[in-house]
């Protein structure tokens, strides 16, 4: 058996060996095991290995003896390279036996490879044969070369490792000065693509890319990929935060931007000509790091600008703001022009945050990063809109053509929604919205802000989750919805509709139908029996079915009306 337990420890000459158990993972990447191989070669050494083994990463070597007891121990030897002399070897007893079963531990261990010196015969053709076996690099070298191998192995990879510190230094430095001159997330992505070439973006958590840096070619081949779904958003609840395999996902990589217990997005690079290595995503979570400062910076000089900008809109919306040309004076100073024909848009989520199970800082996030998807929406396309999020819903006022249709308007925002919905995923919630009338005057924005409160509450209820209705599209519907005791309203239709209020029996539902398309062909028999696809007769025996339940409403105007307005409210949702 493998013999571990009595062994010296490291030689005072070894690189400390990663991999341990507790050991944190390296800091920065090897030379290729092909360099050793050829280092070897120099020395006059014999290299026996599948060509595809040799592009591994070694970061330190380390003896036989420790690597089998740390093997044994159940530690990884990923990215160590092994070293054996005849008398190492000797201690495993010589036997064939035992010495396939030490290469077979190794390889199992993750190993790099193996290196032998001072060996021949038996032993040799052991080893040989085992490495075959296993696929584990063998590299044979003379006794009278070893020392000039092995200073020189751990001379590159320091050398190398020297190099890659240096530019992680160098990239803090570069990168913390674009932070301390008041650079954006725009000029750090510039700074990444600098280091690593190809494109490097910066979304929100959702996936939103809200800062981006590269050639076209690059951004393009970037935005073609599996990764972005059709709106244009970074799946990023799909995509693997770190290192990543070679394979076809290689050539891009991401991480998170953190600070303190927050996640505040996704810095990503893309290189269409290469694969992104580790120490291009130890060089990647720098810039994060430093993302993360620029974030939480701007975050803070935004809340302060934020107050002031919801000051004066909730002021606006209230019709405390001053004359017209105050108000557009003073919304000129913030940045936004609302001298100009406009919708006011109210967007609020689905979910019912008063009954929620989440806590009040988780939903005080999500509703920060739902005003957020707003405002970048609505900046990308104009920038002088104003746009905020109060604590239950999302205010804009969205530029509209003079004497717009409603059919134009709706098409309008709804693309703006489209940008804020995506397609649901990464986290997004839910959400619907309320659009008014145009007006062309600031006075006009309390009336207009009643109706898009209107329009979002009342078609949430018409149309369910999800709802963008315009209050023009709300009908009778409005009016109902000034009533504010729900109870008042299913009184009503409990009334009115007597058990056809109910679903107590399955043919209910049917019978409400037949009456509401009644009622909107204006009692027209005929037209209805061909809507509902029903044959004449049978038609006049629910007509007759009806009245018995409800009363002579073929013949009463005021009935019909009354059970009109009741299938409305029926209809209605949260009643």
């Known amino acids: 058996m493998v013999k571990v337990a009595n062994d010296p420890p490291l030689p005072e000459g070894d ?23 050829g280092l070897a070669a120099t020395a006059h050494g014999v290299v026996r290995a599948d060509a595809y083994r040799l592009d591994v990463s070694v970061d330190s070597t380390t003896q036989l003896r420790s690597a089998l007891r740390d093997a044994g121990a159940g530690a990884r030897l990923t990215h160590r390279l092994v070293l054996a002399d005849a008398a190492a070897l000797a201690d495993q007893d010589g036997d064939p036996a035992t010495l396939g079963e030490v290469v077979a531990l190794l390889d199992t261990g993750g190993a790099a490879g193996l290196v032998v010196s001072g060996l021949s015969g038996t032993p040799l053709a052991a080893l040989v044969a085992a490495a075959e076996s296993t696929g584990l690099p063998l590299i044979d070298v003379p006794l009278d070369h070893i020392a000039t191998f092995t200073t020189e192995v751990l001379s590159a990879i320091l050398e190398h490792q020297t190099a890659i510190l240096r530019r992680l230094e160098d990239a803090d430095r570069a990168l913390v000065q674009i932070v301390l001159a008041g650079g954006s997330l725009d000029d750090l992505c510039e700074q990444v693509v600098g280091f690593l070439d190809g494109a490097a973006m910066v979304t929100t958590t959702d996936g939103r890319v809200i800062a981006r840096a590269g050639s076209q070619r690059e951004l393009d081949h970037a935005l073609s990929l599996e990764c ?240 963008l209705t315009h209050v023009d599209g709300l009908g009778i519907y409005r009016l109902l919805a000034l009533i504010p005791d729900g109870a008042d309203l299913r009184r009503f239709v409990h009334e009115s509709l007597r058990e056809l209020a109910t679903d107590d029996s399955p043919e209910y539902a049917g019978l409400r139908q037949t009456l509401s398309i009644l009622i909107d062909t204006n009692m027209n028999v005929a037209e209805t029996a061909r809507l509902l696809f029903f044959h004449y007769n049978t038609l006049r025996y629910r007509i007759g079915k009806l009245e018995k339940i409800l009363g002579p409403f073929t013949t009463d105007a005021d009935l019909r009306l009354t059970l009109a307005l009741a299938l409305k409210i029926h209809q209605m949702r949260g009643i």
Request: charged residues 25%.
């Open 15 to 37: 690189l400390p060996a990663a991999g341990r158990v507790g050991d944190p993972e390296p800091e920065v990447s090897g030379i290729s095991l092909r360099l050793i191989a």
């Open 228 to 467: 972005f779904d059709r709106t244009g958003r970074l799946l990023t609840e799909a995509e693997p935060m770190g290192p990543r395999p070679d394979g076809p996902t290689a050539n891009r990589s991401a991480v998170r931007i953190v600070a303190g217990h927050l996640d505040h997005g996704v810095l990503m690079a893309f290189c269409s000509h290469r694969h992104l290595t580790v120490d291009d995503v130890r060089l990647l979570e720098r810039a994060a790091t430093v993302a993360a400062l620029a974030i939480t910076k701007d975050q803070a000089v935004s809340a302060v600008e934020s107050k002031y900008r919801a000051e004066f809109l909730r002021d606006a919306l209230a019709g405390r703001a001053g004359s017209p040309a105050d108000a557009v004076a003073h919304a000129s100073s913030l940045g936004w022009d609302i001298d100009r024909p406009m919708v006011v848009v109210v967007a609020e989520t689905d979910e019912d945050d008063d009954r929620s199970t989440r806590d009040a800082d988780e939903v005080r996030f999500l509703q920060q990063r739902f005003a957020r998807a707003w405002t970048h929406a609505v900046a990308v396309r104009d920038a002088r809109s104003p746009v905020m999020g109060f604590s239950r819903e999302v205010v804009a006022l969205i530029g509209v053509p003079a004497e717009a249709e409603t059919e134009q308007v709706m098409r309008i925002v709804g693309e703006y929604v489209r940008v804020v919905r995506g397609d649901g995923g990464g986290g997004r919630r839910s959400f619907s919205a309320g659009v008014s009338r145009p007006i062309t005057s600031p006075a006009g924005l309390p009336h207009a802000y009643d109706e898009a409160l209107s329009a979002v509450t009342v078609g949430r209820q018409m149309h369910g989750d999800g709802a």
